[in-house]
């Protein structure tokens, strides 16, 4: 089902080669504005990516990461609907179209793709990164605001990825309404903030009336058990970090992590996890402690334990995001 993570590989060369002539410091002066807009409110009528130098400093420095959030929802979205595999994939709001080489790492062979975004310098240089993965090499790179004027053909998947928070709350809606009318599969992805997993919920619950099942974090279509306020739902995906990584933020680690929030849905029957690790796993002497969402549905923490031998041998491979108990 899944191809080779020669996806990954293919887009980190790429990446590398992006800021050739761009000198360090102006490259980590220009990601550490671009950061600070993403945090702050953004005009919904203003691009904040407003050249190639933009946009070749932030794509070096933020795609590796969309790239892999998005990658563990597709996958745990895959595992739901086995034997499924989009004919053609829309991303909207997709930028230098980290979802679209997402979609190629998960899933075998070409397809129509098209990458919607409004700032014409971060569609050129995604058309200019997606030489390098043959997969990509018949994207069509189309300039249009993502908001409420927006209509789109069908398609089988629409990713929206990291774009929700960037819009008004009448554009959010709009948008993930014109995704359900489009799509059989729609994949949401979000910063994995408090902020971010409301979005999701909000963008969720308008999949569910859409008439969607959810595929993929939840094991249930049902109300999300997390009490509004007490906690938010979200994962991990590990980043391989570039030097611009360590420039900007000063450290040292090859890697960190990047948190993010999700939902997977389909208008077709899809098979969800029986239950979904969604805390990191604690290992003790003995033991292990899984904090489950259930399909009840509910949270729950299951302490497994030697005496249930090869579960627990499971129990101790899983991860946080991991479907449970695993597959046989």
């Given amino acids: ?64 990461a969309t790239f892999e959030a998005v990658r563990s929802a597709l996958e745990a979205f895959a595992d739901a609907v086995p ?21 190629t790492a998960t899933w075998d062979g070409e397809r129509p793709v098209t990458v919607l975004d409004w700032a014409e310098p971060a569609l ?17 790179w189309q300039r249009s605001r993502i908001g409420a004027a927006l209509t789109l053909e069908s398609t089988d998947l629409v990713t929206v990825s990291y774009v929700l928070n960037e819009l008004t709350a009448p554009d959010r809606t709009a948008l993930v309404d014109a995704a359900a009318a489009a799509a059989r599969a729609v994949v949401i992805v979000e910063p994995g903030t408090p902020d971010g997993y409301a979005r ?68 077709f029957p899809a098979e969800p996890a029986p239950a979904r690790v969604v805390r990191k796993p604690q290992i003790r002497k003995g033991q292990v402690l899984l904090d489950l969402c259930e399909t009840e549905p509910s949270l729950s923490r299951a302490t497994v334990t030697k005496r249930h031998g090869d579960l627990y041998k499971a129990a101790r491979d899983a991860d946080w995001g991991d479907a449970w108990p695993p597959a046989p």
Avoid at 11 to 28: I, K, V, W
Avoid at 124 to 140: C, F, H, K, M, S
């Fill in 1 to 64: 089902m899944n191809a080779p993570a020669l996806p990954a590989e293919t887009l980190r060369a790429a990446l590398a080669g992006l800021l050739d002539g761009l000198p360090p410091r102006q490259a980590s002066r220009a990601v550490e504005r671009l950061i600070a807009s993403y945090r702050g409110a953004t005009p919904t009528d203003a691009p904040i990516l407003r050249d190639r130098a933009d946009v070749a400093a932030y794509a070096a420095y933020r795609m590796p």
């Fill in 83 to 103: 034997g499924w595999a989009p004919g053609g994939h829309l991303d909207l709001g997709g930028g230098t179209g980290a979802a679209a080489w997402a979609v």
């Fill in 124 to 140: 050129a240089l995604g058309r200019e990164i997606a030489a390098a993965n043959p997969a990509l090499r018949n994207v069509q």
């Fill in 200 to 267: 999701v919920i909000e963008a969720r619950d308008r999949l569910i009336v859409a008439g969607f099942h959810i595929a993929a974090p939840c094991p249930h279509s049902a109300d999300c058990p997390i009490v509004p306020g007490t906690d938010w739902c979200h994962f991990s995906a590990r980043v391989s970090r570039s030097s611009l990584h360590r420039q900007v933020k000063g450290g040292s680690l090859p890697y960190e992590d990047e948190k993010f929030s999700y939902v997977a849905a389909a208008r």
